[in-house]
T-cell receptor, first 117, second 116 residues
Framework: AQKITQTQPGMFVQEKEAVTLDCTYD???????LFWYKQPSSGEMIFLIY??????QNATEGRYSLNFQKARKSANLVISASQLGDSAMYFC??????????????FGSGTRLLVRP | ETGVTQTPRHLVMGMTNKKSLKCEQH?????MYWYKQSAKKPLELMFV???????ENNSVPSRFSPECPNSSHLFLHLHTLQPEDSALYLC???????????????FGPGTRLTVL
């Protein structure tokens, strides 16, 4: 079963407007972490924001905020005041126990965001 | 140099060639990772090294051979690859790795590999 689901393969947003990228996850762990990464056309995966399962406050980093709804198992990324440079692929990821002793990131299929001038 | 660097950025090789991808991290981290990103597929973790100890991943074909001589350097040796191995190979590093704790991974720019 898919652990991380990103249902929006592509999205458009007008420059200076806010946009929400959806992410739902599936886990039976009580302690887990959720991440968002940005991947421009150059290929590099850029870490944006992290939310721990026990964090009571939604994470924020500059123009990025994470709308964490634990009961719904969703961790949506909100980008405020979109800029042309925000055009990229965005991946949601979850930290999962792997090989009994380490953690790995499980990535979703990504959402391609295009910011229109 | 800062962050995580990867060389080469692009590589074209034949199926009988032997080549190596290099990754170097300048963050003082203890764990390093290799990921494969194929078209239209989520990122797949291939290997993890923590304090130069490798965590095995039996699903990775033996034609991919990792090497971690120290905590700052990671190699991926390639031999007799197949066209379906063409992908973006991303290296990442993190502070911990095998520790059971939160750990952000920082990625390099990737090597885009094409196997003819």
């Amino acid at each position: 079963a898919q652990k991380i689901t990103q249902t929006q393969p592509g999205m458009f947003v007008q420059e200076k407007e806010a946009v929400t990228l959806d992410c739902t996850y599936d886990t039976s762990d009580q302690s887990y972490g959720l991440f968002w990464y940005k991947q421009p056309s150059s290929g590099e995966m850029i870490f944006l924001i992290y939310q721990g399962s026990y964090d009571e406050q939604n994470a924020t980093e500059g123009r990025y905020s994470l709308n964490f709804q634990k009961a719904r198992k969703s961790a949506n990324l909100v980008i405020s005041a979109s800029q042309l440079g925000d055009s990229a692929m965005y991946f949601c990821a979850m930290r999962e126990l792997w090989m009994d002793s380490s953690y790995k990131l499980i990535f979703g299929s990504g959402t391609r965001l295009l910011v229109r001038p | 140099e800062t962050g995580v660097t990867q060389t080469p950025r692009h590589l074209v090789m034949g199926m009988t060639n032997k080549k190596s991808l290099k990754c170097e991290q300048h963050l003082g981290h203890n764990a390093m990772y290799w990921y494969k990103q194929s078209a239209k597929k989520p990122l797949e973790l291939m290997f993890v090294y923590s304090l130069e100890e490798r965590v095995e991943n039996n699903s990775v074909p033996s034609r991919f051979s990792p090497e971690c001589p120290n905590s700052s350097h990671l190699f991926l040796h390639l031999h007799t690859l197949q066209p379906e191995d063409s992908a973006l190979y991303l290296c990442a590093s993190s502070q911990g790795g095998l520790a059971r704790s939160f750990d952000t991974q920082y990625f390099g720019p990737g090597t885009r590999l094409t196997v003819l």
